[in-house]
């Protein structure tokens, strides 16, 4: 089989494993940094192989709008047109267009919007999702669904209807997972009773994957972590669950001891390009007049580059002066942070040491709460 989610350890709802796939194998827990427009922002493919990424997402919306899939596809797809020879995710689309409430309108058959960059028109179905994903020729990738306001019932309601309509016309035209593995998208906002019929209706359609969508899209994090609690039994063992748009490096905490595998969220970029990094404790401002002349790296207990190489002061100066060297290596210590937060707690899970490892880095880690 081309794809194959094997456990290795367990310890609570956490989970140690490898989900394999055609370009390679996922240690999971894991964090996949996002590349949306077939690039991770200000991060070349060679790091993201120095950094150990071992997975990266790329938006079909987008490259949809711009270069088009079927360009991409004529360059040989995405693996090649952006030069990542690993694992690679595309969402479905239907997060940005849903984001998009004042440019576009929904219908059960489907959404059409305009786009952002020249307002031209378009329409996007659950089958049109399938075909530019597999034009992208990511190895995951996501059925079309709707992601709604999580606290609001009756939108949800709704949307939960969509969402499982949408699922099983994703899986007629993409039935065989061989290639790419298609996650089916469990909704339900912070609502028990409906993420409960979700999951089941999607369940029915054997998915390889599931990923928990409408969620960090308004709710307080209890809130999040509250829904994580309940949505976790849903969903069949044994297979990767995905929780989409996340990476916080509490909330990957939290979300690993709620039996989450895969996370994926812009934030270690754009944070880096705001001048902000990640340390154990807490995030750190590299604009504040304190680096002025700190001799000290971004982290003492960082490998990336930047740490190993270059003092805050020297950052401070390069943010400040908006020189793009200091957005680099910000980001490339920012994806690092989180990558070797998610090392550590995959090495936890295995030697049985997770609990003590995520109650110390949340100890640790300032404005955060405790594992509960």
């Not at 989409?244 to 754009?270: Q, S, Y």
């Not at 604009?287 to 002061?313: I, K, L, M, S």
Request: hydrophobic share 35%.
């Amino acid at each position: 089989m081309s794809f194959e989610f094997e456990i290795i350890k367990t310890q609570g709802r956490a989970r140690a494993g490898i989900l394999h796939t055609p370009h390679g194998d996922i240690p999971t827990p894991v964090f996949a940094p996002v590349g949306t427009q077939a690039t991770v922002k200000a991060v070349p493919p060679r790091d993201l192989h120095e950094l150990k990424a071992s997975l990266v997402l790329a938006n079909t919306y987008h490259l949809h709008l711009r270069p088009s899939s079927e360009l991409v596809r004529d360059m040989g797809g995405l693996h090649q047109f952006m030069q990542w020879s690993g694992p690679m995710l595309t969402d479905s689309g239907g997060f940005q267009v849903f984001s998009l409430a004042e440019i576009n309108k929904i219908d059960d058959d489907g959404v059409t919007f305009r786009s952002h960059l020249d307002g031209s028109k378009h329409r996007l179905t659950p089958e049109r999702s399938m075909e530019i994903q597999q034009n992208l020729g990511a190895d995951i990738i996501m059925a079309f669904d709707q992601c709604p306001t999580p606290t609001d019932r009756t939108v949800v309601e709704r949307a939960v209807e969509r969402t499982t309509a949408w699922a099983r016309r994703c899986r007629t035209a993409h039935p065989d997972d061989t290639k790419q593995a298609l996650f089916g998208i469990v909704q339900g906002g912070i609502f028990e009773d409906l993420r409960t019929k979700s999951a089941s209706e999607l369940g029915e359609m054997n998915f390889p994957g599931y990923a928990i969508g409408g969620l960090a899209v308004g709710e307080t994090k209890q809130e999040m972590y509250t829904a994580l609690d309940f949505t976790e039994p849903l969903l069949p063992s044994n297979k990767p669950r995905y929780l989409m748009g996340v990476g916080e490096p509490d909330d990957l905490a939290n979300g690993i001891m709620r039996g989450v595998d895969i996370f994926d969220c812009v934030i270690p970029t754009r944070l880096a390009r705001h001048g902000a990094a990640f340390t154990p404790n807490g995030r750190v401002n590299m604009r504040n007049a304190v680096h002025t002349t700190d001799p000290a790296p971004v982290d003492h207990e960082c490998d990336c580059y930047c740490c190993q190489n270059f003092t805050r002061a020297y950052i401070r100066h390069l943010v400040r002066t908006d020189e793009i060297l200091g957005a680099y290596l910000l980001s490339i210590h920012n994806i690092r942070f989180l990558i070797r937060h998610m090392e550590a707690m995959r090495e936890a899970i295995i030697s049985g040491d997770l609990k003590a490892y995520a109650d110390g880095f949340l100890e640790r880690y300032r404005n955060t709460v405790k594992v509960r």
